[in-house]
């Protein structure tokens, strides 16, 4: 289509270049921003996204030729596919599930959080790098007949492309395995972390002072749940079609499902493009970046709560920023008033 060879080059293009960006600018402030775990995890998602965008630059490369450029690149293609795909899910879970400890257990947001993170990270590497073995060996170049979709081809009619050598029953209890790992799960998790971002919003609401204590976490918030619903648009309708793709659900379309699974794919590249830009350049009143620099304290990420002192001048011992509102403010006695502001 003349459509996908015009666009998905262009997607390439822009979306290396804007995550090589949000990379340049999250080096710039890393000093300020390192000791929140988010800066840590956006830079694994950027690198996702540039392996994902990669393939891409595989396939734009193909589609121009009209032939795979070469048969050893099929099972790295498609493993570097299916891994960036499962990374990217399962990182943009991990920053859900640190909005909700932030905004709902501040006591728990410290440096222990941090070092299980850390380790929440490499994990979701690993489990990537399991979970795309499988189709990493089962892929081969295989040269079959040009599939009649109702469209003229040229003399030729066979194709070598790239395609699955395994047992149709196992390829597809492993691709339903996949929509459950990568799209299921991963979005029923950040669901229900954000509804407990968004709770604790609303209670927010109720107490302006604690409201415009929190505002850069709230911010911080806004474009990580941006992100999220971003993924959210644009993997669940491209699962859904593989599903159907995958069982012949609706086999008397099938080239109007082929033509709406390569929309739905595209879309998926479309967010690789525009999760760089929630978080690095959105707008200047949500830049992420400026954001995690403005809530990371130096030296360490959990919060400090001011404690009840009876020197209302004394400006030492108050902090400029706590990470969560969850009732950190000390009693409020007939004299005195403490607040974490």
């Known amino acids: 289509m003349i459509f996908t060879k015009i666009l998905m080059p262009l997607l390439f293009v822009f979306g290396v270049g804007a995550n090589l960006s949000a990379l340049y600018m999250l080096k710039r402030q890393w000093k300020k921003i390192q000791q929140h775990i988010v800066s840590h995890t956006l830079v694994h998602l950027a690198v996702s996204d540039i392996i994902y965008l990669s393939v891409l630059g595989v396939m734009s490369w193909e589609q121009l030729t009209g032939k795979i450029i070469s ?7 498609f493993f570097f596919d299916v891994l960036s795909q499962h990374v990217s899910a399962w990182l943009i879970v991990t920053m859900s599930h640190e909005r909700y400890q932030a905004m709902n257990n501040p006591y728990a947001y410290n440096s222990t959080y941090q070092t299980k993170n850390a380790i929440a990270l490499v994990f979701v590497w690993i489990s990537g790098l399991v979970v795309s073995a499988p189709i990493g060996v089962f892929t081969a170049a295989i040269e079959e007949p040009y599939p009649d979709l109702g469209i003229r081809t040229t003399a030729n009619t066979s194709v070598l492309h790239c395609g699955s050598t395994w047992n149709p029953v196992w390829k597809s209890v492993y691709f339903s395995s996949l929509a459950v790992m990568e799209c299921l799960l991963p979005v029923s998790l950040m669901v229900f972390f954000y509804i407990g971002v968004f709770k604790n919003f609303l209670r927010q609401i109720r107490n302006p002072r604690s409201a415009l204590a929190h505002i850069n976490q709230n911010r ?16 669940g309708p491209f699962y859904i079609s593989q599903m159907v793709n995958e069982f012949h659900l609706f086999a008397n ?3 109007a499902v082929i033509y709406m699974t390569v929309v739905f794919q595209i879309l998926t590249y479309v967010n690789s493009c525009l999760s760089p830009i929630l978080y690095s350049g959105f707008t200047k009143k949500f830049m992420l970046i400026r954001d995690l620099a403005d809530s990371s304290p130096p030296g360490a990420n959990y919060p400090v709560v001011t404690p009840c002192d009876d020197d209302d001048d004394n400006e030492e011992h108050k902090v400029a920023f706590v990470p969560s509102t969850s009732r950190l403010s000390c009693e409020v006695s007939n004299k005195n008033e403490c607040t974490g502001a």
């Open 71 to 77: 048969p050893y690149l099929c099972k790295p293609k």
């Open 253 to 255: 379309h099938q080239v």
């Open 220 to 235: 911080l918030s806004a474009v990580l749940g941006l992100i999220v619903v971003s993924f959210i648009v644009s993997y």
